[in-house]
């Protein structure tokens, strides 16, 4: 796990800097993929964070050229730190990912606390 520090939007009095603490991503990848491999929903917390798993459906999203709608894992606040997988090519298919956020673009740039 890795910390990293973020700065909330200013209120009307100051600015708001907090320390986060982001999972580490080999271990979010395992837990997604173990989801996957079961093929049902999901609900709940991991290392602290909110996150879902959808799997895939045979039945096309609304107004889209697309077949069959893709599993989808996501975990995170996108106003803090998010990190989202879809199997858009398929099941069988690697996942595409995305990782943003404040905290996101922090440790991005190397802007991280490591724990003794």
């Not at 320390?19 to 990848?29: E, F, G, K, N, S």
């Not at 039945?59 to 996108?78: C, I, N, Q, R």
């Not at 990190?83 to 991280?112: H, K, L």
Request: glycine letters at 8%; a negative charge.
């Amino acid at each position: 796990m890795k910390f990293a520090t973020i700065t909330i939007p200013p209120t009307e009095y100051e600015d708001l800097t907090i320390c986060v603490a982001i999972p580490d991503l080999t271990q979010v990848r395992a837990f997604s993929d173990q989801l996957h491999a079961v093929g049902k929903p999901w609900s709940g917390l991991f290392q602290g964070w909110d996150g879902e798993y959808i799997p895939s459906s045979e039945v096309s999203p609304p107004g889209s050229k697309m077949t069959f709608t893709p599993a989808e894992f996501v975990l995170g606040d996108s106003r803090v730190w998010f990190f989202g997988r879809m199997w858009e090519y398929g099941n069988d298919q690697p996942p595409s990912e995305t990782c943003n956020g404040p905290a996101a673009q922090s440790i991005s740039r190397g802007d991280v606390l490591i724990p003794a």
